[in-house]
């Protein structure tokens, strides 16, 4: 392995180092940090907290439907009745899988909004009473 040469004064970095890391690299790591950032973002709306969840439930639903409609049609059409028969249940089970992941997942998302309600309350009581 190659040694890079130091200067005399052993005061310049090689140039390799240089080029890995930019001076500004530190201090930008810790302003992009996920905890901080908890305490610094503003309130968001219902519809940003809960769109995912809903989004799902709604897919989940519309699928569930779309099962229930094909197992209904195997009951009273005859030809490919196999494969209403087949993918009637399999869309019934996706469906009722999804609409129950997004029933249960509202209620988590809610217990977290509780939660950090609670740590930014404690928070700010801390800063309170230590930044005097």
Known sequence: ???PPKSPDGSEKSP???ELIPS???STLCISSRSESVWTSAPRSRWDIYHKPLIVVSVGAAVFLFGVVITSLACFLTK???VYKMSGPAFLS???MLLVCG????PIIRKKQK????SQFLQSLKS?????
């Open 16 to 18: 390799q180092s240089k």
């Open 80 to 82: 490919h009745k196999k």
């Open 103 to 106: 029933l249960v997942w509202i």
């Open 115 to 118: 939660q950090r309600q609670k």
């Open 24 to 26: 500004s690299t530190g």
């Open 1 to 3: 392995m190659e040694v």
């Open 94 to 96: 996706l469906g009722l």
């Open 128 to 132: 309170f009473f230590f930044n005097r």
